[in-house]
């Protein structure tokens, strides 16, 4: 097995006094692509904002790339670790230009060659240089998402935290989406931990997943088994025959 990229070691999380996520453990491998299954509440966004930081009431181990993450912010990680988010509407500033929005993280970390790391990235997500000086509310739902991703990108980070990334858009834009994601990931040797709803996505984008249920891991399977029907949690083969898969015997 490859140097983990994500380890979590008995993880729980909670907002405030009450638990969402409990004892959680699994490893994601360097260049492996991890999904986060499961019902709705179940705590798999919490799970990315507790690695990213957005989420600091944690115990446990969370470590990136073999450092371990404290709970105080940590600026350096953004080096390391970015999150993609659900609705790149949300997630874009609508007064800021796409050129603004992605020299962003440059000025911050005082990092130079804006101009070429700018246009370099727009041709990486495959939006053409005339989107650059544009608002958000100019772009499309998809182009919007290409701009969160290269933004995520823009301080060369090995791991990304993609939380349900694809769901906000019209079903022709989300197969774009993923296919970008596809191609990021094998050019740049890319890191994934996503979340999502959606097995078929599971299927094209991920190598194994993860069933949460009632902020636990009730199941860590290869993707295989989506093509075989063989988990074996009576819950996981719950929301896979939901899905439509035809279930084996475990
Ligand atoms: N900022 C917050 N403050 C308090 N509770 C929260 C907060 N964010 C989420 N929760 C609660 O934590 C639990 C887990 O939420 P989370 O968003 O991680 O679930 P999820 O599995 O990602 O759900 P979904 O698939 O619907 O996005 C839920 O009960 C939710 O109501």
Known sequence: MKNAAIHLENLSISYGKTPVVFDVNFSVSEGES????????????????????????WTGKI?????????????????????????????????????????EPLAVHGIGGRDTRVKDMLDAV??????????????????????????????EPRVMLLDEPTSALDVSVQAEILNLLKKLRRE?????????????????LCDRMAVMRHGRVVEIAKVDALKTGRLSDPYSRELYAASGGTLQPA
């Open 34 to 57: 991890f999904a986060l299954v499961g019902e709705s509440g179940s705590g798999k966004s919490t799970i990315l904002r507790a690695i990213s930081g957005l989420a600091p009431d």
């Open 126 to 155: 495959g939006l053409d240089q005339r989107f650059r000086f544009r608002f958000p509310h100019q772009l499309s739902g998809g182009q919007r998402q290409r701009v969160a991703i290269a933004r995520a990108l823009m301080l």
């Open 188 to 204: 740049q040797g890319l890191t994934y931990l996503m979340v999502t709803h959606n097995l078929p996505v599971v299927s094209f």
């Open 63 to 103: 470590s990136v790339l073999g450092k371990p993450r404290g709970h105080a912010p940590d600026r350096e990680f953004a080096k390391t670790c970015q999150m993609v988010f659900q609705d790149p509407y949300g997630s874009l500033h609508p007064r800021k230009t796409v050129d603004d929005c992605l020299a």
